[in-house]
């Protein structure tokens, strides 16, 4: 509504007020205390405002109060004991503010309470046992909170319970081998970043209505459990940074199963320790399954071909595992493809050059394998690119120019570490939105263009280890935002161009081991020793005393022109 100011004290005054609905506005100050004579109040909703201050107590003295709603606030002190006197509250949503201090055990007598809402503050202590006494609770939302301990066995034992999440605490210990069929009503289990361990109990699939599973950034270990196909219903499965699985063949037998879960959208299972290979039948996972992570593995064998059937996958990230072979020739059907990571997976063989027919790809990194072939042959397909790592691999042949012409979108491009030859294009400099280029240690030669000084939104560039001749450009000093500059190891001559003193955001200038002559400049990055780096520059002269070291004794100090 955008209504804005604080709220007056004389609300107290307004004995039959039944509800106050001034959520999503701009509000500030306190809850006037006058709140609590509204007798009659029944519903409180004063969420997403500027509020600040303590939560009265004496909302306690509203006795109809059915709804506590304050979500979205900045108010702090603590959750009022005085709460759990409402026998008829049903909600409290309190997320999103400032509070602190333990949740109250009195809350357990709020004996129609159904929904808690309590994530987003600095609450600490344990969850209160007395929590199992609500018997009709359906919802425990307490995540990003710093509370520890065991979760109590009473509120394992809350049947009616659909919502329990509590993610981003200390909390710790092993889920209950019954906690499946103690908690059959649960549609959504949602326990990552804290210290669970131990198994993953099996019988979780009997909460048969289970959505949505996080037990991410834990320390579960074992196998996972292979009935995880008997929850027809699941959206979400998060098992990331875990100690799940061997190293070993069958590591990752849950994975057929979860071929019955057609209404999949989420599978994260990166961070363990899942070897063995990938089943045949994987392709058969849920139409809708639009994310799949599992890097950071020891998956082996070769990537079946199937993948092309998840036509609806948006981000496909597979990178450090032990594949072999290359990468499948139906991975262009996902058309729907947006982010693709399959970096470090000793990968091997010729990149696809029509996986760049995939218009949606927007992010691509197949760093640290041994894929070859021709580089510009790939890349002349990928148009819609934004960030595009090729680096580490056997790629070769020479960088067309023509390819620079269609890259609007790109902001990134690593092509470092390979066996490029011939001289970078001039037309590299189409490319204004660029912020990282690195094509360092390839076999590339001819003169730096100077058109890179057109790519205005340039951050870092990096060129060394290559065989570039001539004088660093002196366009280079349009690069108004560059932040690292590296030009080492080339065969460089001429002078260090005085404009590169007043670049303001360059913090890293490495232009050693070429054959620069002249004076060092005094300005700018070249005022600070720790920041450039000059040393095998035999013909330089000049710059600032600290320059001078044991690690620059070739650079006199005094620059004599004959």
């Known amino acids: 509504m955008g209504l804005s100011g604080t709220t007056s004290p004389h609300v107290g005054n307004l004995s039959f ?31 997403n405002n500027n509020l600040k201050g303590e939560i009265p107590v004496n909302l306690s003295w509203c006795s109809e109060l059915r709804v506590v709603d304050l979500i979205s606030n900045q108010l702090e002190g603590k959750v009022p004991n005085e709460l759990g006197s409402l026998k008829k509250l049903v909600a ?66 809350i049947s009616t319970l659909t919502s329990f ?105 990166p961070l363990n320790h899942f ?11 849920s139409l809708q399954l639009t ?17 092309g059937n998840l036509v609806n996958l948006n981000i496909l990230s597979m990178p450090q595992n032990s594949f072999t072979g290359g990468i499948p020739g139906d991975f262009p059907k996902l058309q729907k493809l947006q982010a693709l990571d399959l970096a470090e997976s000793k990968l091997s063989g010729q990149i696809l050059s029509t996986l760049c027919n995939i218009t949606s790809l927007y992010y691509v990194d197949l760093s640290k394998n041994s894929l070859e072939g021709n580089i510009t042959r790939f890349l002349e397909n990928c148009k819609n690119l934004g960030q595009l790592s090729l680096s580490w691999n056997n790629f070769n042949g020479s960088i067309s120019a023509h390819i620079f012409g269609s890259y609007f979108s790109l902001i990134s491009l690593d092509l470092s570490h390979n066996s490029l030859i011939g001289s970078l294009p001039s037309e590299v400099g189409k490319l204004e939105g660029l912020n990282e280029l690195d094509i360092s240690y390839n076999n590339l030669h001819g003169e730096i263009p100077g058109t890179l000084g057109d790519c205005s939104s340039l951050e870092e560039l990096y060129m060394q280890g290559n065989f570039f001749q001539g004088t660093i450009p002196i366009h280079l000093a349009s690069l108004k935002g560059i932040q690292k500059l590296d030009l080492s190891s080339n065969n460089l001559t001429g002078p260090i161009p005085q404009g590169l003193e007043k670049l303001m955001f360059l913090k890293y200038l490495n232009i050693s081991v070429n054959d620069l002559n002249g004076e060092v400049p005094t300005e700018g990055v070249f005022r600070n020793a720790s920041q450039i780096s000059l040393a095998g520059n035999r013909k330089l002269c000049g710059g600032i005393p600290q320059l001078r070291g044991s690690d620059f004794n070739d650079l006199v100090s005094i620059c004599y022109w004959i």
């Open 17 to 47: 007020m039944k509800s106050i609905h001034l959520g999503e506005n701009k509000f500030h100050g306190g809850i006037p205390q006058e709140v609590g004579l509204l007798f009659r109040l029944r519903f409180l909703n004063m969420s």
């Open 92 to 157: 409290i949503y309190l997320n999103e503010n400032n509070l602190t201090g333990e949740i109250p055990r009195s809350l357990g007598n709020a004996s129609s309470m159904t929904e808690l809402a309590l994530a987003y503050n600095h609450l600490n202590g344990n969850l209160p046992k007395e929590l199992g006494l609500l018997k009709s609770l359906s919802w425990i939302i307490v995540g990003v909170n710093d509370l520890v301990g065991h979760i109590p066995p009473s509120v394992f034992n």
């Open 165 to 269: 999440v509590a993610v981003e605490n200390r909390l710790q210990g092993k889920l209950p081998a019954n906690i499946g069929l103690a908690l059959p009503n649960l549609e959504e289990l949602e326990l990552g970043g804290n210290q669970f361990h131990g198994n993953i109990p099996t019988s979780i699939t009997n909460a048969s209505k289970l959505q949505f599973l996080d037990l991410s950034q834990n320390k579960f270990e074992g196998q996972v459990p292979t009935n995880l196909g008997d929850l027809p219903n699941l959206l979400g499965l998060n098992l990331a940074m875990n100690l799940l699985g061997s190293s070993s063949a069958g590591d990752l037998s849950f994975l057929p199963s979860l071929t019955n879960c057609s209404r999949l959208h989420t599978l994260d299972f």
């Open 275 to 285: 070897g063995g290979e990938l089943p045949k039948n994987i392709g058969n996972l």
């Open 291 to 307: 994310y799949l992570h599992m890097g950071y593995n020891n998956i082996s064998g070769t990537i079946p071909i199937g993948f």
